[in-house]
């Protein structure tokens, strides 16, 4: 090979050589950038405060690790207004639109808790409001029905799972009512107070399938669980006090 081919093959393989440098380079640039985004900094520096959130939540006395986890991944703030953000991951109900509460996380954890979730079951929930508790039953991997009165509610609650990867069943009605046409559910889960047991709910009960509910009046409730042990038989356990915003009759646009 005469010199001036081979200083022409070197000077191709040199080109070559920097081109490729030039490309890793500027795809580790562009992952730097990715990770420097404020919005993907501050999901990570609030996925932290939810794990931290979910060890306080043991320190409490909340056992089943699959709630635990699953309350340690959800961005809480997502669910709120943006005034509130600050607020959203201490242990404490926080309004939000229609004078509604997203329930405290305790609260969260305690029925969910109760509810004993096997991964596949169908569960029902009754009040949606701002789809926090709904997103801790997707991530509990169990086929989510939830009911909300108020349409406004409704629709944020869709959008804000939606855009977190969540996809639930959302519907814009009266839990009185149940959805006789999905029944029956393996559990229910009333984030609401109902002063009674809801008649239709029960029957949209599996048999050996259990509701999860505060009962009782606005000075305070019950946690109650009612188990269905036969086609006219329940079972009824009482599990602490709390305050829920009450549960009421029909829907409001
Ligand atoms: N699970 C909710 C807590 C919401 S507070 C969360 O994670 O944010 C209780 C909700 O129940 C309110 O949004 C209220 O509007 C709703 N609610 C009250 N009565 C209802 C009814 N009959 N049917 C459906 N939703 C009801």
Redesign the pocket.
Known sequence: MSTWRREILLLFFVTLYCALTVTCISQTVHKVKENADPSISDASRNNSKAVMLAKDLKRKGIRDEHVLAAMAKIPREQ?VDKSMAEYAYLDRPLP?E?G????QPYT?AFQTELLQLKPGEKVL??????????AVLCEMGVEVYS????QA?YLTAIETLNKLGYFPHLCY????EGLPQHAPFDKILI??APEEIPEKLKEQLRIGGWMVLPLGGRQGQKMTVLKRTGEEKYRQTTHGDFI??????GTEK
Do not use: N
């Open positions: 669910f939000i229609e509604q509460t997203i329930s969260v929930e009754i009040g949606t409001g701002s789809g926090y508790q709904a009911i909300e009165r108020y509610l009605g009266d839990g009185y984030t609401a829920f915003v009450p549960m009421q009759k």
